[in-house]
């Protein structure tokens, strides 16, 4: 029964036909405030949703604030960890919800945050493999956001480091990883093809250029990469309804960056 409890679920934050998606994470909230694009949560998550996202990414308290009220549906992914930017320790997550209570409160999915490589690793995952089995146990699809972060890491973008990244959330039982992209689809088909499930890729900090972004996602695409969870780039563009067309085009549609740049210069 929990098996097909996570299959329907999966459908509602992974397009059925393409195997792959678009999810746009708006838990910053926690981790840095009240940043521009996720003030109003009801038009943030309204936008992405009508530019055709698969799924956002939430804490708890805001389930509600504008999910699901009118509009076009969009997966609800409810996230189960959080740290700030304010304490010393900013690379150690604490899970601050549970499967059920997300459940309770009509998640479709969960995420769990965790940083490899700094002194609260052996934490992080212990809470990973706890949030593992009640995913499993509830039938609930599990997003891991893995990050080689903290000072055993010189660099956090290094393939092999990556790689390894995504193999820990294959082997501690997550339904899709998400990590940070390489660099080139050469480099990146190494991490794909070192895990069993789909890995997206994560969006970073604010870039300086459309082009930028969607060369980025064109790369992980190419290098059989399930899609992005691409946050600050999304619901901080001057129009995110039209960046999650143009993102959408290439993942869903395999179109090319000029055709995607069309998009939104429409």
């Known amino acids: 029964m929990t098996i097909l409890g996570k299959r329907i679920r999966i459908e509602r934050i992974i397009n059925r036909n393409t195997g792959k998606t678009v999810i746009v994470p708006m838990d910053h909230g926690i981790s840095?405030?009240?940043?521009?694009?996720?003030?109003?949560?009801?038009?943030?998550?309204?936008?992405?949703?009508?530019?055709?996202?698969?799924?956002?990414?939430?804490?708890?308290?805001?389930?509600?604030?504008?999910?699901?009220?009118?509009?076009k549906d969009i997966g609800l992914i409810i996230h189960l960890s959080a740290s700030t930017n304010l304490s010393p320790y900013p690379h150690a997550k604490t899970l601050v919800c549970s499967v059920e209570e997300a459940v309770k409160l009509g998640a479709d999915a969960v995420s769990i945050h965790i940083n490899l490589g700094n002194g609260q690793e052996k934490e992080m995952l212990h809470d990973f493999g706890k949030v593992s089995y009640e995913a499993r146990t509830w039938?609930?699809?599990?997003?891991?956001?893995?990050?080689?972060?903290?000072?055993?890491?010189?660099?956090?973008?290094?393939?092999?480091?990556?790689?390894?990244?995504?193999?820990?959330?294959?082997?501690?039982?997550?339904?899709?990883?998400?990590?940070?992209?390489?660099?080139?689809?050469?480099?990146?088909?190494q991490v794909v093809e070192g895990c069993s499930i789909p890995v997206v890729i994560a969006g970073g900090e604010k870039m300086d250029s459309d082009q930028e972004i969607l060369d980025m996602v064109k790369g992980s695409v190419d290098a059989g990469g399930a899609g992005v969870s691409i946050g600050r780039n999304v619901f901080?563009?001057?129009?995110?309804?039209?960046?999650?067309?143009?993102?959408?085009?290439?993942?869903?549609?395999?179109?090319?960056?000029?055709?995607?740049?069309?998009?939104?210069?429409?």
């Open 32 to 71: 840095v405030g009240p940043i521009p694009g996720v003030i109003d949560m009801k038009d943030a998550v309204q936008k992405v949703s009508e530019g055709g996202a698969n799924a956002i990414v939430e804490h708890k308290g805001l389930v509600g604030e504008g999910h699901r009220g009118e509009g």
């Open 139 to 189: 039938g609930v699809p599990l997003l891991a956001m893995i990050y080689p972060r903290g000072e055993k890491i010189t660099d956090e973008y290094h393939v092999d480091v990556i790689k390894h990244a995504a193999r820990v959330g294959d082997e501690m039982g997550a339904d899709i990883v998400k990590v940070s992209y390489t660099g080139s689809p050469e480099s990146f088909h």
């Open 236 to 266: 901080q563009h001057e129009s995110p309804k039209k960046m999650v067309q143009a993102i959408s085009s290439i993942v869903h549609e395999r179109k090319s960056v000029v055709d995607a740049l069309d998009i939104l210069n429409s």
